[in-house]
Every structure is written in C-alpha cells, then in structure tokens.
C-alpha cells in the first residue's frame, strides 16, 4: 500500500483570492496603495489596535523600515535572541548595526527577558522580541526593561498574527511591530508582510519611509498638492494584487486560525503520552499568551540522534522539518554580531528541536500517523546501543 507523502506545509486558499485578484484588475490600480490594500490596513488597524498599519513585501521589508525609522547609525546596538529567521538581524546590519545576541527561555524558547539588561551598554538602542511560534514573549517586563533604559521596541511578530499577549495583540506592545504574510505563515499572500507603527510620532515618516522617502501618500489624500522627496526611503510597497489575495484571506483570518488551533490541540493530546514517558517535550504556552498555532514542534531529549529521526520521518513520507542555525554561529552572525554570553539553552535547544507538519486541510488521521511514525522512530533509537548511532 503506497500512501500519499505527508507534506510539512501546504497554502491554503479560501477560494476568494482570484476573484478579488480580477477586481483589483477591474478597479484599474495594479500598483500599490489601491482599494485592498487600504482595506487590509483598515483591517490590520482595528484588529491590532495601532494607530498605523503599513503593508510591505514582507516582514523582512517591515524590519528594515524599523530599522531606518530607528535611524540605526553603524555601530549602534540591538538586543535580539540568536534563536531567529536571519531576518531579524539582518534588517539592522543593513544599517551597520550590531545584533546583541541574547539567550532564550527554557520553556517558550523566547528571548529571556531576565538576561536583557545585563546586555545593554551605551551603544544599545532597541529591543528586538521574537514571538517564537506565535507564543509571546515577556512583553510587560521587556516594555519596562526598555523604558528604564531609553530604549526602542520592535516586535518580531512575523509569527504572531492573530496571537495576543494579556489581551494585547503581537505587534501592538512595542513601538512598532512587523508580521509576515508569507507562504509558510498563518495568513498569507506569498511573499508579504505589514509594518505596524504604535507610535503616532512616527506614522508620517513610516508612510514617507515606504514611498521612495517621498509624501505621496499624503499628496494621495490631499493634504498637499504636490509631493516631493522628503529623506531616505525605498519602495516597500506590494502591488495590489498582493493586497487582494491577502484580504480574502484577512476575512477569513478567524476560521483560519481556528482550524490551525484544532489540528494544534490534536499534536499537543496525541504526543502527551510521549512527554510522559520522557522521550520528548511539547511546547509550553504560558498564561496570558493566546497563541495562534502557527506551529507545532517537539523537543528531543539530548540523548536523541535528532538527524536519524528526521530522516527515518522523511523515508516515512512524513515531511518533518528543523530549524533555526542560532544566528550567533552563522557565519554572518559571528562577523557582523555578537553573542551576550555562551548562549547555552539556544544552542541545546536548536539542536532538539523538530517541527511536525501543521496546515489548513491536514486530516485527523494525518495527524495520528505523524505521531505513530515519530513514536516508532524514537522507541528505535531508545533501543539502539549508544555506540552504534550516527
Ligand atoms: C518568517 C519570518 C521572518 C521573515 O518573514 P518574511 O515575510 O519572509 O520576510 C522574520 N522573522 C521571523 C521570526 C520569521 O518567522
């Protein structure tokens, strides 16, 4: 019997995209800006709760616009964890700024916001939190950290849309915040991302910023009549057509996340038996964190041989999947940052680490057949004389 590969993730479409892709066609505005994508800022705005929401071509595009809102100047540095997508950095060294890489929970994997103000010398101008798996961090004590020392927040929620913190959604904490619309996140339109400005003093120049450093946007509504070069900026604006695919999936955001949440609490029921045995951990989601179930990952023991396993899951036609090479150890990271200490938990932690397929359509017996080869996996590798592994 040939069963169908489990694939790790798959786009869901609700089915509206195309049609709002011919009426963007239809409404003549193909360049950014247009109808959807003011509705999408709408949308963001009332949902987020900040006072300005910005669509870009990604959450990497989002950072950057921080990074030059910030006015981060070389040498300038940004207290982030190393345990990240590259972006998170890069969007800063871009400016010549140096990552501050700090160490993570144990138990969200979120920067550890207990480590923070040891990292902080005169140079540091922003906190970067990353809202691990749509769990968030620290956010009170972090805001707190941040006020004492002058500092800006950015909020990494590239993974946290739809997810909230004490009631407050991710990406509306700190200064400003970015989510990412990309394939492999919850809400998607491909590539894409938004900028979420919550500091009023710093909407204008975050709209000048992404039009080429130019007030088109305000030329657009009139408020001057004619628009001209302001200060350095780039073009950080997606075409409507992204802006339409995105809003058929902005409507549906709830039912999106719901579905994700249900095959997420299903994992979380169907590996509990593993933890108990102690061949594994699940992910902890502290209180007051709504998550947004944008993944589900499980946590090997030290013991485990992490790339056996995920081969034995690959032969299996269960895609599973690992991630991240702390930043910190990249080659890039080591050249252009810095490492606050020896980074323990982020270093065991990367290791460990495996991710189980999660999307829209993936079926209750998907689910326990992942789970099934995984247990068959780890009980192989148990048995197994520690000398013949690898
Ligand atoms: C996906 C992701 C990004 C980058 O998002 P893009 O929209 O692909 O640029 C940045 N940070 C984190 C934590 C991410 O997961």
Request: proline share 5%; aromatic share 8%; net charge negative.
């Amino acid at each position: 019997m040939s069963k169908k590969p489990i694939p790790f993730g798959w786009p869901y479409m609700t089915g509206k995209e195309l049609y709002y892709i011919a009426e963007a066609h239809f409404n003549g505005t193909l360049s950014g800006d247009g109808p959807f994508t003011k509705k999408c800022h709408v949308w963001l705005q009332e949902r987020v709760g900040c006072s300005k929401a910005l669509l870009t071509h990604s959450c990497t595009a989002a950072l950057e616009m921080a990074a030059i809102l910030l006015d981060i100047k070389p040498g300038d540095e940004i207290i982030m964890p190393s345990f990240t997508f590259v972006s998170t950095a890069n969007a800063f060294v871009l400016r010549g700024g140096v990552p501050v890489f700090v160490d993570i929970r144990e138990d969200t994997l979120n920067l550890n916001e207990q480590l923070i103000e040891s990292a902080i010398t005169p140079r540091t101008r922003a906190i970067v939190p990353v809202h691990y798996a749509g769990v968030a961090c620290e956010m009170d004590e972090i805001m707190a950290i941040a006020k004492r020392h002058g500092l800006k927040v950015v909020e990494d929620a590239a993974q946290g849309v739809m997810a909230s913190y004490k009631g407050h959604a991710l990406g509306s904490i700190g200064d400003l915040g970015a989510y990412s619309f990309h394939q492999t996140k919850n809400l998607i339109s491909g590539e894409g991302g938004a900028l979420l400005v919550n500091d009023p003093a710093m909407a204008m120049r975050a709209e000048i910023i992404r039009e080429k450093g130019t007030d088109r946007s305000r030329f657009y509504r009139n408020e001057v009549d004619k628009y001209t070069w302001q200060e350095p900026g780039s073009s950080f604006l997606p075409g409507e057509l992204i802006a339409a695919f995105l809003w058929a999936q902005l409507e549906e955001a709830e039912w999106i996340t719901h579905q994700r949440l249900i095959a997420w609490q299903r994992y979380h029921d169907l590996v509990k038996p593993l933890e108990a045995r102690g061949i594994l951990r699940r992910p902890i989601v502290p209180e007051g964190c709504q998550h947004n179930a944008h993944m589900y990952y499980v946590l090997l023991e030290p013991t485990s041989d992490r790339h056996a396993v995920l081969d034995e899951l690959n032969r299996s036609d269960v895609n599973a999947v690992f991630h991240y090479v702390p930043l910190h150890s990249s080659p890039a990271g080591q050249r252009y940052g810095r490492a606050h200490g020896r980074l323990p938990i982020t270093n065991s932690n990367s290791e460990r680490l495996i991710r189980l397929p999660l999307f829209v359509g993936l079926t209750e017996e998907q689910q326990q057949e992942v789970v099934l080869v995984l247990e068959r996996t780890l009980e192989k590798q148990m048995t197994k004389p520690i000398f013949s592994r690898g």
